[in-house]
């Protein structure tokens, strides 16, 4: 099911860019990775959790310290808690990265079938009048707002031809969209571009296997498409969410306890 219609064009909108802008970096990097607490790192997010368990740890220290609780538990504990917990962070960063590995395929088989489909255009595709040549340059500018029209589909741009003038310079004039009625608007140019293949077979400019071709490559781009779609909406599961956060947390709990007798403040 496709997400709600997200309106981009007010406050905190992203800033348009264009498929595979981001693959390469302009320019060097002001600070080390280890030396990052903003941008892209996680700091903001676990500081007061931190704050929070360190109050924590605090309160049993000055418990057990102050008034002669005895609140120390065998060390041996932690080890046996460690592995466990290490395991799931190991699991969840696997395939935390399996689907971000899986996303990166998906676009760029997206990318490269439509780079063949645009050539194939271009070279064998019908260009004997005019209009011929309208319609085919038309269509690859379809085929460029597919890129354009996966990535805001996905994040949930609804309406990004609206208000990105150059993503609203490739759509076909007088298009339409219907993403409100769960038409995906990738859909949509899909059957656009099929139709130019179909009138290229009726005028003799594509022949059997270039056709055959022609349609596989488009059934890749879609396949890519769906692939990435799953991605998106297929979370991690809740009880293995809850699992993960039930064995943290009982790890941070016990940890002060363990260390009581060791390492005391």
Known sequence: M??????????????????????????????PLALRFTKGAIHHVILIPVLLHTLFTVAVVLVHRLLNVDLALPSSIVPSLSIVV?????????????????????????????????????VCGPLSDESDKIETEKTVKTLVAMLYAVKN??????????????????????????EAEGVGLPMELAFVVERYIKRGVAKEAFNAPQSANLNASL????????NMETIKLTPIPVCQQIHQKQVLALYCCILPFCLLDDMGW
């Open 153 to 178: 589909h996905l994040r949930g741009n609804w309406e990004a031809p609206a208000f990105q003038p150059e993503f609203a310079s490739l759509m076909p004039k007088g298009f339409r969209g219907h």
């Open 86 to 122: 290490g395991l799931m962070l190991v699991f969840r960063n696997s395939s935390s990265y399996e689907r971000y590995w899986g996303g990166r395929t998906a676009l760029q088989q997206i990318v490269n079938n439509i780079r063949n489909l645009v050539r194939s255009f271009l």
């Open 2 to 31: 496709s997400p709600l219609p997200t309106h981009t064009n007010g406050a905190g909108a992203r800033k348009a860019t264009f498929p595979l802008s981001n693959s390469s970096r302009q320019k060097p990097r002001k600070w």
């Open 219 to 226: 059934n890749a781009v879609i396949m890519a498409y769906g």
